[in-house]
């Protein structure tokens, strides 16, 4: 065992709470503080709730966002029949299917070819994104007109600061 701290002896007057912070014993001092439970830290704020209504959806924005989106979506779905496709032409998928359709066509010479396939297959895709986007575009059109009329739609956002490291 150790000895006791010596107590400091100062020639000027210290507050209370000093005075106990240079005087208190090296194992308390590298004690962490801890805090009552429930309680918020000095400069902490409890989250600040704000309720926002969203009035009104720039058409023009809209168009470029789901113009992104779709042209992404189609761009995916492309990518996974081609591979698919290669897939199924490597099994012999494809070659059954030509013979199967043939036997319905009562033609010998039916076959698929796959750049016409691709092709027709982005032709769609192109097609759809189109429709899509004009579809998001209305949408949000009559969005704008029934937020004029029932006020658009709230939402809570909660705000919470940051969380300082020291």
Known sequence: MSAPPERVKRSDPL??????AVTDTPRRAAR?????????????RAPRRVRQTIKKIDL??????????YVCEMAVAVTA????????????????IENFIGDLLSTDD????????LRGAILVGLVLVMLQVVVTVVA?????????LFG???????????????
């Not at 029949?81 to 012999?92: D, E, M, Y």
């Not at 039916?110 to 396939?117: I, K, L, R, Y």
């Not at 949000?140 to 004029?148: H, K, P, R, T, V």
Request: hydrophobic fraction near 50%.
């Open 32 to 44: 962490p503080a801890t805090k009552a439970r429930g309680a918020v830290a000095a400069g902490a």
């Open 60 to 69: 023009w924005s809209a168009l470029k966002i789901s113009l992104c989106f």
């Open 110 to 117: 039916f076959t698929f070819t796959s750049p016409e396939m």
């Open 140 to 148: 949000c059109a009559f969005y704008n007109l029934f937020s004029q």
């Open 81 to 96: 029949f081609a591979s698919l496709w290669v897939i199924a032409q490597a099994f012999g998928v494809i070659g059954n």
């Open 15 to 20: 507050p209370a709470a000093a005075q106990h």
């Open 152 to 166: 658009g739609i709230e939402i809570t956002v909660v705000q919470e600061d940051a969380p300082s490291h020291r």
